[in-house]
């Protein structure tokens, strides 16, 4: 009844098959089949953001997706956002903040962030607090990521109105 | 999880056999963000998931002569999205925008909202201020259903075995009208609501008398509801506070909530007055074409 199957996508730009049940998650594939752990299992119903993904450009809970649907996907994790061991600046901002005790929820926090940028370069506080508002986080009390956020945001506007290229 | 099999037919056909196929538990995906969850914790466990999000006609959005045609599978952030419906039907923009965070709007479907027919469902009382039809279809062929019929109770509906919704039709907005939903809950976001409140509002060319209007009311019955009496008493009346009031009044008069952790009935009750009347009062700016300043959490 529930054969597996073989799905390809599309994982941080490499073209992916794996072979999965109908009854497994995308979260629990990437984790336990591909071995891409950054995704976190907080909750494992929606509420938390631990294992925010992007997928086709959009910000996923990836507990919440069949992994099956990914079939000709395009997924985005956090295992893709530095670039070998140079930070991307959000990433950088969140270290540089303390924007983290724990970590449980950065991952979850970054890819987020990473969509709420490539939406609107310049978020108000405001913006930012609604976008984020499902991603839980029990250590840092929300300020510290807020922040770091929007200096994440001011170093991109700034790399983007200089005309030397930083990486 | 318990197994089942997955399927993604491309058609509404294929689909349609599927969900019919005698001997053989099936359930629709769309965006899955109430479905998962209820197969995980082991509260449906159908056979077989159809995941409906590959047929053309459950992905429409489009606003012709006849009104809005909207997809029984369109995501969320999709709708929020669309020009013609931000401007014309912004109840239901503004109930997108606060089902789930950003990341349940990118999955989460208004056919999944209403065919999982909670009674706190936050698309549920737009839908039918704005006077959504459901068009359904199934192996006697399609029918349509007015959205405040549709669901019968918690987890509800009139949706027989082997059909599927396949789209919500609303009819075009009318000249001087404006749309509303808003929703009471003890967190700034990511809740359920404790009253929900949809209006829409017809006024005359002055901006001064309601010529039509419809108010609905989630998450103080069994299922959301049409607050008949209420929008009637609205129609043909020159617009003013002891009006509003006297609408509210009425509203109050027909809901019959529960008590629970998130409210008593009598706080249930209390709150559906005061978001009926904001939620008119929103309507009636934005019919008169003027900027409304709601901002969801606020
Ligand atoms: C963290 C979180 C927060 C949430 N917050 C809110 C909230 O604030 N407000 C709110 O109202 N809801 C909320 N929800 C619930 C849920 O996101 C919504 O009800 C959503 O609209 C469901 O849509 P879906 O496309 O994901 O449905 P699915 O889960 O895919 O389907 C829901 C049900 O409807 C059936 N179904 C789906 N489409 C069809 C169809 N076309 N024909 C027949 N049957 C169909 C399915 O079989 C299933 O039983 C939340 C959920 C989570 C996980
Ligand atoms: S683990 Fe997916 S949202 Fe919590
Ligand atoms: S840093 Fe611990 S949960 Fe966020």
């Known amino acids: ?34 071995e891409l752990t950054g995704a976190k299992e907080g909750c494992s119903n929606g509420n938390c953001g631990a294992c925010t993904v992007l997928m086709n450009g959009r910000p996923v809970v990836s507990c919440l997706v069949l992994a099956m649907e990914a079939e000709g996907a395009e997924i985005r994790t956090i295992e893709g956002v530095a670039c070998g061991s140079h930070l991307d ?24 962030t990473e969509a709420l940028l490539a939406e609107n370069p310049q978020p108000s506080e405001d913006e930012i607090r609604f976008y984020l508002a499902g991603n839980l ?9 807020v922040r770091a956020v929007q200096s994440a945001a001011a170093q ?12 | 999880m ?3 099999d997955y399927q993604a037919p491309t058609t509404l056909r294929e689909a349609l056999e599927l969900l019919s196929k005698p001997q053989q538990s099936a359930r629709p995906l769309a965006g899955g963000t109430d479905l998962i969850d209820q197969m995980r914790v082991g509260r449906l466990t159908p056979e077989v998931v159809i995941d409906i999000k590959k047929i053309a006609e459950l992905n429409a959005l489009r606003v012709d002569s006849g009104g809005l045609h909207l997809g029984a599978a369109v995501p969320c952030y999709r709708i929020c999205s669309e020009r013609a419906i931000i401007d014309d039907y912004s109840a239901l923009v503004d109930s997108c925008r606060i089902i789930g965070g950003v990341q349940i709007q990118s999955r989460a479907s208004l056919g999944g909202n209403l065919c999982n027919s909670g009674p706190a469902g936050d698309s549920i009382p737009s839908l039918i201020a704005l006077q959504a039809t459901c068009l359904i279809a199934g192996p006697q062929g399609t029918r349509e259903v007015p959205v405040e019929s549709f669901c019968t109770g918690p987890g509800k509906n009139v949706l027989r075995t082997g059909e599927l919704l396949i789209e919500l039709r609303m009819p075009r907005r009318a000249p001087h009208s404006g749309s509303h939903y808003r929703r009471m809950i003890p967190r700034n976001e990511m809740d359920i609501a404790v009253v929900g409140v949809g209006a829409s509002v017809q006024l005359d060319a002055t901006g001064k008398t309601i010529v039509a209007a419809r108010l609905a009311l989630g998450a103080v019955a069994p299922t959301p509801l049409y607050a008949e009496s209420a929008s009637q008493l609205l129609a043909g009346q020159p617009v003013s506070d002891a009006l509003i009031a006297k609408a509210a009044q009425a509203a109050r008069e ?18 559906t007055g005061v978001l009926v009347q904001r939620a008119l009062q929103a309507a009636i700016v934005r019919a008169r074409g003027e900027a409304c300043d709601y901002r969801p959490g606020h």
């Open chain 2, 2 to 4: 318990h197994a089942f």
């Open chain 1, 156 to 167: 991109r506007q700034q790399a983007s109105h200089s005309t030397q290229a930083t990486r």
């Open chain 2, 254 to 271: 027909i809901v019959k909530p529960i008590s629970d952790m998130r409210g008593t009935a009598e706080y249930r009750v209390h709150v």
């Open chain 1, 137 to 145: 986080c029990r250590c840092t009390g929300y300020d510290k990521i």
């Open chain 1, 89 to 112: 600046e959000v990433q950088q901002a969140f270290l540089q903040g303390a924007a983290l005790q724990c970590g449980i929820c950065t991952p979850g926090f970054i890819m987020q």
């Open chain 1, 1 to 34: 009844m529930s054969r597996k199957r073989v799905v390809s996508a599309t994982i941080n730009g490499d073209l992916v098959e794996f072979l999965c049940e109908p009854r497994q998650t995308l979260l629990e594939v990437l984790r336990n089949v591909l």
